[in-house]
């Protein structure tokens, strides 16, 4: 059973820059699908992104492209997000979740694997 645990996030301004880790651990994480999701107060949990099992192709939701950038490192069985131009509706608990398929991640809010999440807020 994989166990994955996120750590970086805090309070940060607006236009300000986070970088979340997520460390995975028991089991292949190379094998696996994985990916960045958040939940703002009162609303869904949505996806942010997710990355192939190599960490060669990564795929972003609309709101994070240009600004967010997801990558892994399946030595140190680690996964990131470095946030930038951070805006306060950034706002939300951010998780990482992993899978063995794509579909799961880019379809559903249904991962086999979640961390326990990690804060942000974005202050105006």
């Known amino acids: 059973q994989v166990q994955l645990v996120e750590s970086g996030g805090g309070l940060v301004q607006a236009g300000g820059s986070l970088r979340l880790s997520c460390a995975a651990s028991?089991?292949?994480?190379?094998?696996?699908?994985a990916g960045w999701f958040r939940q703002a107060p009162g609303k869904e949990r949505e996806l942010v992104a997710f990355?192939?099992?190599?960490?060669?192709?990564?795929n972003y939701a609309d709101f994070a492209k240009g600004r967010f950038t997801a990558s892994r490192d399946n030595a140190e069985n680690t996964l990131y997000l470095q946030m930038n131009s951070l805006k306060p509706e950034d706002t939300a608990v951010y998780y990482c979740?992993?899978?063995?398929?794509?579909?799961?991640?880019?379809?559903?809010?249904?991962?086999?694997?979640w961390g326990q999440g990690t804060p942000v807020t974005v202050s105006s």
């Open positions: 979740a992993a899978d063995p398929y794509t579909i799961v991640l880019a379809t559903t809010v249904r991962p086999d694997h």
């Open positions: 028991g089991g292949a994480f190379s094998s696996l699908i």
């Open positions: 990355l192939t099992r190599s960490g060669d192709s990564a």
